[in-house]
């Protein structure tokens, strides 16, 4: 069974840039559609980003649309998150997922989820 591990969240200041990773491990990566998504204490979970498993086909959320770059490397078996831009509201746990299926941006898609890495963005 596919495991997913992030890193790289942390506190920054509005405007900086911050890049996340998701190591896949425990599967075939190149056959799982990629997506990350967020959460703040109290909501449900959004969806931010995804990459189908070639790399060439993403979608975004409007929130994050021309500050956020999702991209996958099939080697290495990791897909990153950068983020630039970034605006105190989008503060929240990120979730790097799996979907073994084709690309989506629904969250009930995805079957394999990380643990979570916490991003904190100041004004």
């Known amino acids: 069974q596919p495991q997913l591990v992030e890193s790289g969240g942390g506190l920054v200041q509005a405007g900086d840039s911050l890049r996340l990773s998701c190591e896949f491990s425990?599967?075939?990566?190149?056959?799982?559609?990629m997506g990350w998504f967020r959460q703040t204490q109290g909501n449900e979970r959004e969806f931010v980003a995804c990459i189908g498993w070639s790399g060439a086909t993403t979608y975004y959320s409007d929130s994050v649309k021309d500050r956020f770059t999702i991209s996958r490397d099939n080697a290495k078996n990791t897909v990153s998150l950068q983020m630039n831009r970034l605006r105190p509201e989008d503060t929240a746990v990120y979730y790097c997922?799996?979907?073994?299926?084709?690309?989506?941006?629904?969250?009930?898609?995805?079957?394999?989820w990380g643990q979570g890495t916490q991003v904190t963005v100041s004004s």
């Open positions: 997922a799996a979907d073994p299926g084709g690309l989506s941006t629904a969250e009930d898609a995805y079957d394999y």
């Open positions: 425990g599967g075939i990566f190149s056959h799982h559609a």
